[in-house]
C-alpha cells in the first residue's frame, strides 16, 4: 500500500522490506518472517532515507558532524540541538504528505491503534543490540501524535543513554540512520519474549498479561516455562510482581503472584514457532511476540549471544545461595553493592555485583563496570539481560528478596547461566 505512495515508504510484505541496509535489521528481520508465511501485525517501513532527508531539509549535517568534536562541551551542546531539531520542527512538506497518507489507510482499520517504532540501522545486530535504548510509541490514534512519534523515533538516535552506548561500541550517530516500522497495535491478551536456545539446548518462554513492556522494561518477574529443543515442557514458574514500584527508601508494595498466562498448548505452538525462526535466521533468536483473539503475533526477532555453562570454584557451593532466571551467559563475582532504586547507582564501584530491585534499561549505564547483577524484578528476555548477554556480564533476575537477603559488601558468585547467586557468610 505504502509504497504506491513514495518509495520511501514500504510494506512489511514487500520484498524491499527485508533490506537491512535501507530499514534496519528490525524491520528487516521482521519482514523475513511475514515473507515466510509466520504471523506478524503486519505495517510498513519508513526508510532510514526520510531520516537524512529531514536532517538534509533542516540543516543539520554540520551539527550532527559537530558530536564527535574532541571539546565535550561543544559535543554535548551538538548533540542537544540535533535531538532537540528532529524532535520540535516540523516534518519536511515532501515526506510528511505520503507518511500520513500511509498512516491513515492503515489507522483506519486498526481497532487498538497504531506502533511507531524505532529500528536503526545499527540495532538488533549481533554484538550491538541496542535492547531498549531507542523508542516506541502506542497506542496511537491520531495523525498528529503519528507525526510526533515519528519526529521523537528519529530524536532518539541523539539521546543521552544511546550517546553513551555508541561511545562504548565506538560509534557516533552521525553515522548512522532511524528507519522506522509502522504497525497496527496488536491487542493482546497475553505477551512476553522467548530464547530459542540456552546453552543446555532448552527453550525458554517469558509471558505476562497485556502488553509486554512491563518485561521489556524489567518491572516484573514473568511466567517462565522451559521446554526441550523436541517442544516438551521441562518446567513451569508462575510470575510475581510488586504491588507499588517506588524509591526504596520509602516502603515497598506487596509481592503477589501472577495468574498464569499461557496454556501448555499455546506454550508448544509458541516453541515451535520460535524454532521455526531460529532455523529461518540460521542462529539462536531472541523474540518478542503478542498473543490475542487470532493468535501469536511475532514483533521482533535478534540474534542470542550463548556461552557454555562455567565450572565454578566448589568453595561457593558451601555456601547460601538463591536462584532465579538466568539471562544465560558467564560466571562472575565481587563485592555486593546492594542498591534500592536508581539514585544510589552512584555508590556502584568497578567490579561490584549490583544487587537491585528492578532491572530497567537504565542500568545499562553501570553495566561497563559491573561483575555482574542481580535483580529481584526482570526475566531472560528483559532488555537489560540482552544488553548483558552482549557484553558477555553474568545475571540472574527474578532473585526474590535479593536486596534484602543479600548483605550489603559480602562477596557474591553469579551463575548467569544455572540461574543461581551464592554469596560468602
Known amino acids: 500500500m505504502a509504497s504506491a505512495r513514495s518509495p520511501l515508504l514500504v510494506p512489511l510484505?514487500?520484498?524491499?522490506?527485508?533490506?537491512?541496509?535501507?530499514?534496519?535489521?528490525?524491520?528487516?528481520?521482521?519482514?523475513?518472517?511475514?515473507?515466510?508465511?509466520?504471523?506478524?501485525?503486519?505495517?510498513?517501513?519508513?526508510?532510514?532515507a526520510a531520516y537524512r532527508r529531514q536532517v538534509e531539509a533542516l540543516?543539520?549535517?554540520?551539527?550532527?558532524?559537530?558530536?564527535?568534536?574532541?571539546?565535550?562541551?561543544?559535543?554535548?551542546?551538538?548533540?542537544?540541538?540535533?535531538?532537540?531539531?528532529?524532535?520540535?520542527?516540523?516534518?519536511d512538506a515532501a515526506i510528511r504528505g505520503p507518511l500520513l497518507e500511509a498512516w491513515r489507510e492503515w489507522a483506519a482499520d486498526a481497532s487498538a491503534g497504531m506502533a511507531v517504532r524505532s529500528s536503526a540501522l545499527v540495532e538488533d545486530r549481533?554484538?550491538?543490540?541496542?535492547?531498549?535504548?531507542?523508542?516506541?510509541?502506542?497506542?496511537?490514534?491520531t495523525g498528529e501524535e503519528f507525526e510526533t512519534a515519528m519526529r521523537a523515533c528519529w530524536a532518539a538516535l541523539w539521546s543521552t543513554r544511546v550517546l553513551r552506548y555508541m561511545a562504548t561500541n565506538g560509534a557516533s550517530p552521525a553515522d548512522?540512520?532511524?528507519?522506522?516500522?509502522?504497525?497496527?497495535?496488536?491487542?493482546?491478551?497475553?505477551?512476553?519474549?522467548?530464547?530459542?536456545?540456552?546453552?543446555?539446548?532448552?527453550?525458554?518462554?517469558?509471558?505476562?498479561?497485556?502488553?509486554?513492556?512491563?518485561?521489556?522494561?524489567?518491572?516484573?518477574?514473568?511466567?517462565?516455562?522451559?521446554?526441550?529443543?523436541?517442544?516438551?515442557?521441562?518446567e513451569k514458574s508462575d510470575g510475581r510482581e510488586y504491588g507499588a514500584l517506588r524509591c526504596g527508601h520509602r516502603r515497598r508494595g506487596a509481592v503477589f503472584a501472577r495468574r498464569r498466562c499461557l496454556g501448555d498448548a499455546e506454550a508448544?505452538?509458541?516453541?515451535?514457532?520460535?524454532?521455526?525462526?531460529?532455523?529461518?535466521?540460521d542462529m539462536?533468536?531472541?523474540?518478542?511476540?503478542?498473543?490475542?483473539?487470532?493468535?501469536?503475533?511475532?514483533?521482533?526477532?535478534?540474534?542470542?549471544?550463548?556461552?557454555?555453562?562455567?565450572?565454578?570454584?566448589g568453595i561457593w557451593l558451601r555456601h547460601p545461595g538463591l536462584s532465579g532466571h538466568p539471562a544465560g551467559v558467564g560466571w562472575g563475582s565481587g563485592r555486593a553493592c546492594v542498591v534500592q532504586c536508581e539514585c544510589e547507582l552512584s555508590r556502584?564501584?568497578?567490579?561490584?555485583?549490583?544487587?537491585?530491585?528492578?532491572?530497567?534499561?537504565?542500568?545499562?549505564?553501570?553495566?561497563?563496570?559491573v561483575s555482574a547483577v542481580v535483580s529481584e524484578l526482570g526475566g531472560s528476555t528483559s532488555h537489560l539481560a540482552s544488553l548483558a548477554r552482549e557484553r558477555g556480564i553474568p545475571m540472574v533476575l527474578g532473585v526474590l528478596d535479593a536486596t534484602r537477603r543479600i548483605p550489603d559488601g559480602v562477596q557474591v558468585a553469579v551463575d548467569g547461566v544455572a540461574g543461581i547467586v551464592r554469596w560468602m557468610r
Open 13 to 48: 510484505a514487500s520484498p524491499e522490506a527485508a533490506d537491512t541496509e535501507r530499514f534496519g535489521p528490525k524491520a528487516a528481520n521482521l519482514a523475513r518472517l511475514a515473507h515466510a508465511g509466520l504471523p506478524t501485525p503486519g505495517g510498513f517501513c519508513v526508510d532510514a
Open 59 to 91: 540543516a543539520l549535517e554540520a551539527t550532527a558532524q559537530a558530536v564527535a568534536s574532541d571539546d565535550p562541551r561543544i559535543a554535548r551542546r551538538a548533540a542537544l540541538d540535533m535531538r532537540l531539531a528532529l524532535l520540535e520542527r516540523p516534518i
Open 126 to 141: 549481533f554484538g550491538t543490540s541496542f535492547a531498549g535504548q531507542f523508542e516506541s510509541y502506542m497506542p496511537l490514534h
Open 176 to 234: 548512522t540512520a532511524m528507519a522506522v516500522l509502522v504497525q497496527p497495535l496488536v491487542a493482546a491478551k497475553v505477551s512476553g519474549g522467548a530464547l530459542s536456545r540456552t546453552s543446555g539446548g532448552d527453550i525458554v518462554i517469558n509471558a505476562t498479561q497485556g502488553l509486554g513492556a512491563a518485561i521489556a522494561q524489567g518491572e516484573v518477574v514473568p511466567e517462565r516455562i522451559v521446554l526441550t529443543a523436541g517442544g516438551e515442557l521441562r
Open 268 to 281: 508448544m505452538e509458541l516453541a515451535a514457532l520460535v524454532k521455526r525462526i531460529e532455523t529461518m535466521m
Open 284 to 313: 539462536p533468536v531472541e523474540i518478542e511476540w503478542a498473543l490475542d483473539d487470532s493468535g501469536f503475533r511475532l514483533l521482533q526477532a535478534r540474534p542470542l549471544r550463548l556461552e557454555p555453562a562455567a565450572v565454578p570454584e
Open 348 to 369: 556502584v564501584a568497578a567490579g561490584d555485583v549490583l544487587v537491585t530491585r528492578a532491572a530497567g534499561p537504565a542500568l545499562g549505564q553501570v553495566l561497563p563496570r
